[in-house]
């Protein structure tokens, strides 16, 4: 696949941990303890603060979503809150029906669906490099549709739910990179596709990984000078061209090692190298240990990512 984000998703492996449907009547307010991976909330009906820790409060409304790519704590409350009930992310059940703040009785005031997934493959690092620490998108009738579609599948547990829903999430995470702006995201991929000179230099380099890139022929396919395109995008993505793509083929070179299929040697020719020591060398540089090592430990060991 020649697509960054689509190759992000698919070595992220995502999956739904959680979702509930909580909702909010009269003065309430909700304080979470910090959560550490990634959760997400959708405004269904009305609206409620959110505090998130280290940011300024923020007013969501009916078809606004957020994302935290970390969770740290964070206080949801109506606009004229009240003393906050605590609550321990990680003692959350799923799919266990409506979650009501405040007034127990009569319609809500504010009805959200809000959840949080895990990662079955690459480290979530990954996707917290891509974005800023609070995504706040208004008025995305598609993230709407999605979310609704992950309650749901929590809800009916029909035939085949794991496999909706494993699909469902890669998609809400798709729309959610997709959403975040080249101006908010911190230093990553997703600021450097958001520049269309260094989204064409990042496309091509993701496209053919296996070739023998050098900063001057990115930097042509960029249709930028040598200089300038390194300057633009050591500052744009964080790291300079010949740092990302050796961090990103060691990323291919993990979730193959995974997935147990190639040899180490084959894995060296897929991600550019032209001979397995030489991989070797450089992946266990990177790493911090040889690939076949590697191979053996981590079936065992990676879990939520």
Not at 81 to 106: N, S
Not at 192 to 221: C, F, N, P, Y
Not at 240 to 252: C, G, N, Q, T, V
Request: negative net charge; charged residues 20%.
């Amino acid at each position: 696949m020649s697509d960054p984000l689509t190759e992000v998703v698919r070595l992220l492996q995502p999956r739904a941990a959680f979702a509930n449907l909580i909702s909010g009547k009269g003065n309430w307010a909700v304080r979470y303890a910090q959560y550490g991976r990634p959760s997400f909330c959708i405004v269904l009906e009305g609206g409620a603060l959110l505090a998130v820790d280290g940011h300024a409060p923020i007013s969501i409304r009916a078809g606004d979503f957020v994302l935290l790519p970390t969770t740290p704590g964070f206080t949801m409350s109506s606009f004229v809150p009240a003393p906050p009930v605590f609550i321990d992310p990680e003692l959350v059940p799923g799919g266990q029906g409506e979650l009501r703040h405040g007034d127990q009785d009569g319609p809500p005031d504010m009805r959200s669906l809000g959840g949080a997934f895990l990662f079955d493959g690459a480290d979530s690092g990954l996707l917290v490099s891509l974005l800023p620490a609070v995504v706040h998108v208004q008025g995305s009738q598609r993230l709407v549709q999605l979310v609704q579609m992950v309650g749901e599948e929590y809800e009916d547990r029909k035939p085949g739910s794991e496999f909706m829903l494993s699909r469902l999430v890669e998609m809400l995470l798709v729309e959610a990179l997709r959403s975040g702006t080249a101006v908010t995201a911190p230093p990553g991929l997703l600021r450097g596709l958001g520049d269309e000179r260094l989204a064409i230099a990042l496309t091509r380099m993701h496209a053919h990984i296996d070739r023998s890139w050098t900063v001057a022929q990115l930097a042509k396919e960029a249709a930028l000078s040598r200089s300038a395109f390194f300057d633009r995008f050591t500052r744009a993505v964080g790291v300079a061209p010949m740092e990302y793509l050796l961090a990103w083929r060691m990323e291919i070179a993990k979730d193959l090692l995974r997935r147990d299929e190639l040899s180490v040697a084959d894995i060296a020719e897929r991600v550019g190298y032209g001979s397995a020591s030489a991989f070797s060398i450089a992946f266990s540089r990177q790493v911090g240990r040889s690939p076949s090592r590697y191979a053996r430990v981590e079936p065992e060991t990676t879990g939520d990512g």
